[in-house]
Protein backbone atom coordinates (compact mmCIF):
# COMPACT_ATOMS: atom_id res chain seq x y z
CA UNK A 1 0.00 0.00 0.00
CA UNK A 2 1.66 3.58 -1.13
CA UNK A 3 2.14 5.53 1.93
CA UNK A 4 -0.11 8.72 2.02
CA UNK A 5 2.07 12.35 0.17
CA UNK A 6 2.53 14.97 3.34
CA UNK A 7 3.94 17.13 0.66
CA UNK A 8 3.67 16.87 -3.28
CA UNK A 9 4.30 15.41 -5.78
CA UNK A 10 5.94 18.26 -7.03
CA UNK A 11 8.27 19.11 -9.83
CA UNK A 12 11.81 19.10 -9.27
CA UNK A 13 15.19 19.05 -10.64
CA UNK A 14 17.58 16.18 -8.95
CA UNK A 15 21.49 16.33 -8.71
CA UNK A 16 24.22 14.47 -6.63
CA UNK A 17 25.68 16.50 -4.84
CA UNK A 18 27.98 14.06 -3.31
CA UNK A 19 28.26 10.71 -1.92
CA UNK A 20 26.72 7.81 -3.17
CA UNK A 21 23.52 8.63 -5.27
CA UNK A 22 22.63 8.35 -8.70
CA UNK A 23 25.10 11.14 -10.77
CA UNK A 24 22.34 11.00 -13.50
CA UNK A 25 20.71 14.66 -12.56
CA UNK A 26 16.91 14.96 -14.45
CA UNK A 27 13.09 16.14 -14.19
CA UNK A 28 10.92 14.49 -12.11
CA UNK A 29 8.64 14.21 -9.33
CA UNK A 30 9.57 14.97 -5.43
CA UNK A 31 6.95 13.76 -2.34
CA UNK A 32 7.43 13.52 0.97
CA UNK A 33 5.86 10.61 3.10
CA UNK A 34 6.03 10.06 7.04
CA UNK A 35 9.00 7.57 6.49
CA UNK A 36 10.69 9.21 3.57
CA UNK A 37 11.82 11.76 0.68
CA UNK A 38 10.82 10.16 -2.53
CA UNK A 39 11.90 11.59 -5.87
CA UNK A 40 10.34 9.76 -9.28
CA UNK A 41 12.36 10.90 -11.92
CA UNK A 42 11.28 10.81 -15.55
CA UNK A 43 13.75 8.85 -17.21
CA UNK A 44 13.96 6.29 -14.21
CA UNK A 45 16.59 6.92 -11.96
CA UNK A 46 14.59 7.42 -9.11
CA UNK A 47 16.05 8.22 -5.49
CA UNK A 48 14.23 7.03 -2.39
CA UNK A 49 15.40 9.04 1.23
CA UNK A 50 14.54 7.31 4.13
CA UNK A 51 14.28 9.67 6.75
CA UNK A 52 16.05 7.78 9.10
CA UNK A 53 18.67 8.27 7.14
CA UNK A 54 18.50 12.31 6.69
CA UNK A 55 21.35 13.81 8.58
CA UNK A 56 20.36 17.38 7.83
CA UNK A 57 18.06 19.28 5.48
CA UNK A 58 18.81 23.33 4.18
CA UNK A 59 17.78 25.34 1.60
CA UNK A 60 20.87 26.76 0.00
CA UNK A 61 21.96 29.56 -2.43
CA UNK A 62 23.24 28.69 -5.90
CA UNK A 63 24.84 30.28 -8.83
CA UNK A 64 23.42 29.22 -12.08
CA UNK A 65 25.56 30.86 -14.89
CA UNK A 66 23.75 29.62 -17.55
CA UNK A 67 20.38 31.35 -16.47
CA UNK A 68 22.48 34.41 -15.06
CA UNK A 69 20.84 34.79 -11.92
CA UNK A 70 20.96 32.78 -8.30
CA UNK A 71 18.31 30.18 -7.12
CA UNK A 72 18.08 28.19 -3.97
CA UNK A 73 18.09 24.29 -3.59
CA UNK A 74 16.66 22.22 -1.52
CA UNK A 75 19.79 20.16 -0.24
CA UNK A 76 19.01 16.92 1.83
CA UNK A 77 22.18 15.66 3.50
CA UNK A 78 21.96 11.88 4.32
CA UNK A 79 24.26 8.93 5.66
CA UNK A 80 25.24 8.15 1.96
CA UNK A 81 25.91 11.96 0.97
CA UNK A 82 23.90 15.27 -0.24
CA UNK A 83 21.39 15.66 -2.98
CA UNK A 84 19.71 18.39 -4.24
CA UNK A 85 16.17 19.56 -5.92
CA UNK A 86 15.41 22.92 -7.87
CA UNK A 87 11.76 23.03 -6.89
CA UNK A 88 9.19 26.09 -6.34
CA UNK A 89 9.64 26.32 -2.29
CA UNK A 90 12.99 25.26 -1.09
CA UNK A 91 12.18 26.54 2.11
CA UNK A 92 8.96 24.85 2.27
CA UNK A 93 10.03 21.90 1.69
CA UNK A 94 13.01 22.36 4.62
CA UNK A 95 10.43 23.10 7.54
CA UNK A 96 8.11 20.49 6.23
CA UNK A 97 11.16 17.77 6.31
CA UNK A 98 12.73 19.63 9.74
CA UNK A 99 9.19 19.10 11.37
CA UNK A 100 8.25 15.60 10.06
CA UNK A 101 12.65 14.66 12.02
CA UNK A 102 11.03 15.92 15.21
Known sequence: ????????????????????????????????????????SRIGSDVTIALRDVT????????RFHLGGADTQLVVATT???????????QGWVDVIQAQLG
Open 1 to 40: MAQEAIRGPERAYYQRLAGAYSQVASNGALTLTATEVAFR
Open 80 to 90: RGEVGFLLKDP
Open 56 to 63: GVRAQKIK
